[in-house]
Nanobody, 131 residues
Framework: VQLVESGGGLVQPGGSLRLSCAASGFISDDYVIAWFRQAPGKEREGVSCISSSDGTTYYADSVKGRFTISRDNAKNTVYLQVNSLKPEDTAVYYC?????????????????????????WGPGTTVTVSS
């Protein structure tokens, strides 16, 4: 499977972006797509995820109410709508796939067992929130 993120950029505080995670080459219909972010000098953080089987979603407390994850199965794309952006949202945003898992267990697995425990990662897209 290959994942490619897009949609990052420079935005002012309070602004919005829509990040995309385009996937190809799935080997299973049962998977979770998760978004992570890593700010300079900080640990990678699980932000949100969505399950392919039932659409279950999860949001970290730091983004709840501001970020929305969605999927377009026809396009094999998962979106992360990021609103009311804050300078502390500045980070490289990555999407990852975890087969035969559930959301938010995927984020727990990545956090506790290491990020290599997930099946594939995209190269990331940079979000910079600054005035």
């Amino acid at each position: 499977v290959q994942l490619v993120e897009s949609g990052g950029g420079l935005v002012q505080p309070g602004g919005s972006l829509r990040l995309s995670c385009a996937a190809s080459g799935f080997i299973s219909d049962d998977y979770v797509i998760a978004w992570f972010r890593q700010a300079p000098g900080k640990e990678r953080e699980g932000v949100s995820c969505i399950s392919s089987s039932d659409g279950t979603t999860y949001y970290a407390d730091s983004v709840k109410g501001r970020f929305t994850i969605s999927r377009d199965n026809a396009k094999n794309t998962v979106y992360l709508q990021v609103n009311s952006l804050k300078p502390e949202d500045t980070a490289v945003y990555y999407c990852a796939v975890d087969y035969l898992s559930t959301c938010p267990n995927t984020i727990v697995v990545a956090t506790t067992r290491g990020y290599n425990a997930l099946d594939a990662w995209g190269p990331g897209t940079t979000v910079t929130v600054s005035s």
